[in-house]
């Protein structure tokens, strides 16, 4: 599949883009003070939300009719990044809740923070595509009835494990020589897998203009879907090109195939239906031990 990384600022860069997207994952520095080499994350809030109003309003320009958004941040912001995106257009369809598998963040006086919002909204009323995926999560305890099929997803996402810092990130987290992580916010392929699942088809394109470590191109790489990544560090720019050109043990996403089973034509969305074909026709017509001789 086809892939376009773009090095620089994508406020700049959006406007040279031609071409026509299908989805987006719109994952910025959420202004919390965090270290990046060449984002300033302590901007007034105004100027914050101004920047994000400009950015969501020329994604909605390139984007298809019926095409869609994901907007990832903190909870405290969600009241801003409903405003932002009914002001630049678009159509919210749900606040999907990302809940963390860690331990709450302890604050003094008010609960422990446990999840991330990721809104979803659409370019017009209703999405052009969107795949009802189902999954099969553990039954609750005392659950009286085994599942036959498993479960639609609904907008509480809290099978998907982030990548904390330490050992707990595992090998999905890229890192430098020294063992430190390479970005901190990079995020986990199973994230981008069920949006890119749900809301693309093999052949659409999906955009990501704070790529990072480039997880949305991994995923689309691997789903037969086309991509565009914008990073505005060299060094992400880097990563994402050697991400993109070796794909890691790490990084290869069949092992979430089997939490989706119970989806309706799942090789078709997930984009592998030859592959997965002539799997199971090399099963059911095991290969002759001897070449038959003439
Ligand atoms: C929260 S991180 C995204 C992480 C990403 N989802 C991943 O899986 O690695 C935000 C990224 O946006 C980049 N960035 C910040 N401002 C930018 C801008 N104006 N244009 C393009 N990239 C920008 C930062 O360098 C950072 O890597």
């Not at 801003?80 to 995106?85: A, I, M």
Request: charged share 25%; hydrophobic share 35%; aromatic share 12%.
């Amino acid at each position: 599949m086809s892939y376009d990384i773009l090095s620089g600022n994508n406020i700049d860069l959006l406007k040279g883009i031609n071409r026509k997207i299908d989805f987006t994952f719109l994952d910025p520095p959420f202004n919390q003070q965090k270290d990046y080499a060449l984002h300033d994350d302590n901007m007034p809030e105004q100027e914050y939300w101004a920047m994000m109003k400009v950015v969501c309003r020329s994604i909605y320009g390139i984007t298809n009719d019926g095409g869609c958004i994901y907007f990832m941040q903190r909870e405290k912001n969600t009241e801003f990044v409903l405003q932002t995106l009914r002001e630049t257009g678009w159509n919210f369809q749900n606040l999907i809740i990302w809940k963390k598998r860690t331990s709450a963040v302890p604050v003094k006086g008010k609960y422990g923070k446990q999840y991330q919002i990721i809104t979803y909204a659409t370019k017009g009323e209703r999405a052009k595509t969107f795949h009802r995926l189902r999954i099969d999560p553990e039954l609750p305890v005392n659950y009286k009835y085994q599942r036959d099929n498993g479960v639609f997803v609904t907008d509480v996402w809290e099978d998907i494990r982030e990548l904390t810092s330490g050992y707990f990130a595992g090998d999905e987290a890229l890192r430098t020589d020294n063992g430190e992580r390479f970005h901190k916010q990079q995020s986990p392929l199973a994230l981008l897998l069920r949006m890119i699942l749900t809301s693309t088809n093999v052949g659409d394109t999906v955009f990501d203009p704070f790529a990072g470590t480039g997880t949305t191109a991994v995923v689309a790489q691997q789903t037969q879907r086309h991509s565009i990544a914008i990073e505005i560090d060299p060094n992400n720019v880097e990563c994402i090109e050697n991400r993109l050109k070796h794909i890691r043990d790490a990084d290869n996403i069949q092992k979430y195939y089997k939490d989706y089973t119970c989806t309706e034509n799942l090789p078709k969305i997930w984009g592998n239906e030859f592959e997965i074909a002539q799997k199971q026709k090399q099963k059911q017509e095991p290969t002759p031990l001897f070449n038959a001789i003439n």
